[in-house]
């Protein structure tokens, strides 16, 4: 069974302060389905995995390494961030993405670190019914 998040896409504009251009960032992602194994889903669980990635020429990640866990695929966080943009930002920023994922919760946070840029969501785990918003959220 997979875990699912609830997928999500936003796109994140804000000018950087105390230059004198001020330059626009824009930072386009997708919040994305990840999964752990039935164990790792069944234990007494709680962590936080992190990433590094560069931001290339063309504004995509590339993909650097694992800085903090293991319990989620690298191919599957590639994966992920494959059609984000980070717009006006320098070439070769450091992108760091963390997953905190809390033992009979499920997902709870999915935060976006830059040196110009930080994004902190949070999954509350509540649910609506309400058939004229279109079903189960």
């Given at each position: 069974?997979?875990?699912?998040?609830?997928?999500?896409?936003?796109i994140l504009?804000f000018?950087v302060?105390?230059?004198?251009?001020q330059t626009?960032?824009?930072?386009?992602?997708?919040?994305?389905?990840l999964?752990?194994?039935?164990?790792?889903?069944q234990?007494?669980l709680?962590?936080?995995?992190?990433?590094?990635?560069?931001?290339n020429?063309?504004g995509?990640?590339d993909?650097?390494?694992r800085?903090?866990?293991?319990?989620?695929s690298?191919?599957?966080?590639r994966s992920?961030v494959?059609?984000w943009?980070?717009s006006?930002?320098p070439t070769?920023?450091?992108?760091r993405?963390?997953?905190?994922?809390?033992h009979?919760?499920?997902?709870?946070?999915?935060e976006?670190?830059?040196k110009?840029?930080?994004?902190k969501?949070?999954f509350?785990?509540k649910?609506?019914?309400?058939e004229?918003?279109g079903?189960t959220y």
């Open positions: 069974m997979k875990i699912r998040l609830i997928a999500v896409c936003a504009v000018a302060s105390g230059s004198p251009a626009k960032k824009t930072v386009q992602f997708t919040v994305c389905e999964t752990l194994s039935e164990n790792q889903k234990a007494n709680s962590f936080t995995d992190g990433f590094v990635f560069m931001v020429s063309n995509s990640l993909y650097v390494g800085n903090i866990g293991n319990h989620v690298e191919d599957e966080v992920c494959t059609d943009k980070f006006g930002f070769q920023s450091k992108v993405l963390y997953f905190g994922w809390e009979g919760v499920g997902w709870t946070q999915m976006i670190q830059t110009l840029f930080s994004q969501i949070s509350t785990g649910s609506t019914t309400d004229s918003e079903g």
